[in-house]
Every structure is written in C-alpha cells, then in structure tokens.
Nanobody
C-alpha cells in the first residue's frame, strides 16, 4: 500500500527555518519526480518545488526561489523541503507528492507545476509563520 507521510511543520516566527520531511512507503521514490505543493486558506493549491529523478534538476516557484531547497534521499525513500527566511505569506498546508514520470516536465516546460501530474499525495502538514 502506497503512503506518503509528511512531518516537520509547525508555528515559527518570520525569518525562521523549517525542514519538512516526506517518507514514502509502498513504492520506490527514487524513480519518481517528486514535488511539494501548498495551500493557504481560501487559495488554490500552489506548486512550490519539484525535483526530477532522471537528472536531479529542480524547479522552484518564484515566491520561494532562493529561500527553499528541495532534496531527496533515495536510500531512505524520503524527500525534504528546507525552508529558510520564512515569511507570513508562506503560511499554508504543505503537501508532498510523487509523479510517476522521472522528470518535472510540466514545471520545466511551462514554469508552473500541475497537481494533475502527481499520483500519490501525503496528508499535509501545517506551516504557520507569524510576523
């Protein structure tokens, strides 16, 4: 049975850092493109970052570029999102997801991520950044 389980969310002050983890089970994460999405109250789900498994290339939304870093540990079947210099506008529920293709095709081609590309999703973890 396939599972993605996020952890690491919490309440922090503006300027702080958090690292989100997403542990996969039931499938080999290393063959998938993996991504992080977030959804703030009253807003649509937003693609934050994606990392391809074929060449390790990455995509970041403009809103997080230079502050967030996506990574993966295939041996641990786990993915991460290091979030630095957090801002109140980063407050959202963060979701990890896995795309059966091995490359972030949509993100690299269009400059935006599509939730439709991702087959497996975690349950979400809340990140709240106070000002």
């Amino acid at each position: 049975q396939v599972h993605l389980v996020e952890s690491g969310g919490g309440l922090v002050q503006s300027g702080s850092s958090l690292r989100l983890s997403c542990a996969a089970s039931g499938f080999t994460l290393g063959t998938y493109a993996i991504g992080w999405f977030r959804q703030a109250p009253g807003k649509e789900r937003e693609g934050v970052s994606c990392i391809s498994s074929s060449d390790g290339s990455t995509y970041y939304a403009d809103s997080v570029a230079g502050r967030f870093t996506i990574s993966r540990d295939n041996a641990e079947n786990t993915m991460y999102l290091q979030m630095n210099k957090l801002k109140p506008e980063d407050t959202a529920v963060y979701y990890c997801a896995a795309d059966p293709l091995n490359y972030c095709y949509t993100a690299q081609a269009t400059g935006d991520m599509s939730a439709n590309d991702y087959d497996y999703w975690g349950q979400g973890t809340q990140v709240t950044v106070s000002s």
